[in-house]
């Protein structure tokens, strides 16, 4: 089975600065999705980023990038320009490429961001 | 195009009693997941239903059940409602089809307490 670590409990960051929230899986697997999703206190899960594992080079998405590493089984999220709007639960989720788990997502612990002025 | 909608928003239900709750999926989505969310445990995957059938599902006792109808909106009963059942009930859909990506768009969620 799959598991996904996200060590940070709580993160702060300053308006405008920049700020990387780790997560950590493990997996048997060669051929995988990783994800970030942003749960605002609104509360509806938004997907931030996505990761093909067999792409080497790392996903960006405006503000939003990825430090991938297989090998190490590592996948740490890159928030630069930090605005108020970021504030919100960060989950790393892991996907199988399984045709059987396919929609199943696993996810990690979250990693409370917050944003400061 | 309306996003995914979950009714009711909000729940209080008493232990033993049962609950159904509801989860219409993005239209063109066949397929919808369903989530548990608590602070101690985290999000856990509950099951996914895909054209009506139930295509995975997670760790939970069999309390835990649910059904997916002709126009893709799915429903997930409790049965036998108990204190740790209180959580956020999330549900995903996707286009559910044989491509090897489909992203899963969120609910809202639906907040259960259990007294």
């Known amino acids: 089975a799959q598991t996904v670590t996200q060590s940070q409990p709580e993160m702060s960051v300053q308006e405008a600065e920049t700020v990387t929230l780790s997560c950590t899986y493990d997996?048997?697997?060669?051929?995988?999705?990783l994800f970030w999703y942003k749960q605002p206190p609104s509360r509806q899960m938004i997907l931030v980023i996505r990761?093909?594992?067999?792409?080497?080079q790392n996903a960006t998405e405006n503000r939003f990038s990825v430090n991938f590493q297989k090998a190490a089984k590592s996948f740490s999220l890159k928030i630069s320009d930090s605005q108020l709007g970021d504030a919100a639960m960060y989950f790393c989720?892991?996907?199988?490429?399984?045709?059987?788990?396919?929609?199943?997502?696993?996810f990690g612990t979250g990693t409370r961001l917050q944003v400061t002025l | 195009k309306a996003g995914v909608t979950q009714t009711p928003r909000y729940l209080i239900k008493t232990r033993g009693q049962q609950v159904t709750l509801s989860c219409s999926p993005i239209?063109?989505?066949?397929?919808v997941s369903w989530y548990q969310q608590t602070p101690g445990q985290g999000l856990q995957f509950l099951f996914e239903?895909?054209?009506?059938?139930?295509?995975n599902k997670g760790n939970f006792p069999g309390r835990f059940s649910g059904r997916q109808f002709s126009n893709s909106r799915s429903e997930m009963n409790v049965s036998t409602l108990e204190l740790g059942d209180s959580a956020l009930y999330l549900c995903?859909?996707?286009?559910?089809?044989?491509?090897?990506?489909?992203?899963?768009?969120f609910g809202p969620g639906t907040r259960l307490t259990v007294l």
């Open positions: 995903a859909s996707s286009l559910g089809g044989l491509a090897l990506y489909n992203e899963q768009f």
């Open positions: 997996t048997s697997e060669s051929d995988y999705y």
């Open positions: 990761q093909e594992a067999y792409k080497q």
């Open positions: 989720a892991y996907r199988s490429l399984n045709t059987g788990t396919a929609s199943k997502l696993t």
């Open positions: 239209s063109g989505h066949r397929s």
């Open positions: 239903y895909f054209s009506e059938t139930q295509r």
